[in-house]
């Protein structure tokens, strides 16, 4: 079976999807499977050893629209990046991560949340294989989309590229941080992230001589602008070295996120050794299990409080550390790319 790759997101700026599409396709190249990876003519030539194939005179969702389907041929198509061309059909399977912008639709924008809803209702019904990442986003599309969730195939997420990159301590040093002197964010202002649930953390590290640092950026032609958090150290955009760094350094994780389909950051901040406190909601309990300390998104278990006893409690940190590594240990990009292949055959 020769695998035809939606390749778009060799285009696009970093976030979680465009991590999950090339650690994929990156596994998937290692088992040897057939592919070819389809782009817009601005993609880079080659990725994960592969040639890449520059097809059509488009970019951006008319370039998927109109110039990908005409390149297939009879090769099956792989979309890992929630979108994927209607015109297919069967001929395809997408990877939806999520279904926030019916459960979450204040954190985008009118046309980009109209544009989602109509293609992932339409997509099933023109008989696309539909994939997603966790048992939770299975239940929240079978809902909204009105379907039966045996017709949605999971696959989970991997963490392991969180140590690739050798940690960059610098970035500590120029905002100011020292090693277990601050808690990490990780997150854009988008509103189902939650970050201004964290103002309350504020206070008792400073009291106790610490900082909140928050890393990540908004994309605002998707996100609409939300509450920013009143945080100690806002570090912006990051590199993989760097977040390696920083993870390593911190105290914790703090993942206040009302909604997620997955939950990379935490998963990352378990393979590096981080002890997670994190919202119990979407699916990072069912990523994390009980490998992290748990809030609530909104309830009476607050992050302060969750916080405050992890540095009143001296084996807590370790014993999260601990169960951390173990649990992360069981989510790979290799395991990741076998179940999606196992779904591809079974279709």
Known sequence: MTLAINARFLTQKLSGVQRFSREVVTALAATG???RLLAPRNAPASFAGLPV??????????????????????????????????RLGARQTVVIHDAGVFDT?????????????????????????????SDFSRSRLALHLGLPPAMIGVMPEGGEHALREPAEPAILARHGLAP????????????HKNLDMLRETVGLLGARGLKLAVAGAADASVF????????????????DAELRALYENAICLLFPSRYEGFGLPPLEAMWCG??????????????????????????????ATALARLLDEPLLSEHLRTAGRARAATYSWSAAAGTLLGLLESR
């Open 33 to 35: 499977t057939p592919l």
């Open 274 to 303: 981080c002890p997670v406190l994190a919202a119990s909601a979407g699916a990072v309990p069912e990523v994390c299990g009980d490998a992290a300390l748990w809030f609530d998104a909104n309830g009476p278990r607050n992050p």
């Open 53 to 86: 194939e520059h097809i059509g005179r488009r970019a951006g969702q008319p370039w998927e629209q109109f110039d990908l389907p005409r390149a297939i041929g009879g090769d099956h198509l792989l979309n890992l990046g929630n979108t994927a061309p209607l």
């Open 180 to 191: 277990q002197g601050y808690a990490l964010a990780v997150g854009t202002r988008a509103s």
């Open 105 to 133: 639709p204040e954190s985008y924008s009118f046309a980009f949340r109209a544009w989602y809803r109509a293609l992932h209702w339409a997509l099933p019904r023109r008989g696309t294989r539909i994939v997603t990442v």
């Open 224 to 239: 609409r602008r939300a509450t920013d958090v009143d945080a100690t150290i806002a570090l912006g955009r990051v590199t």
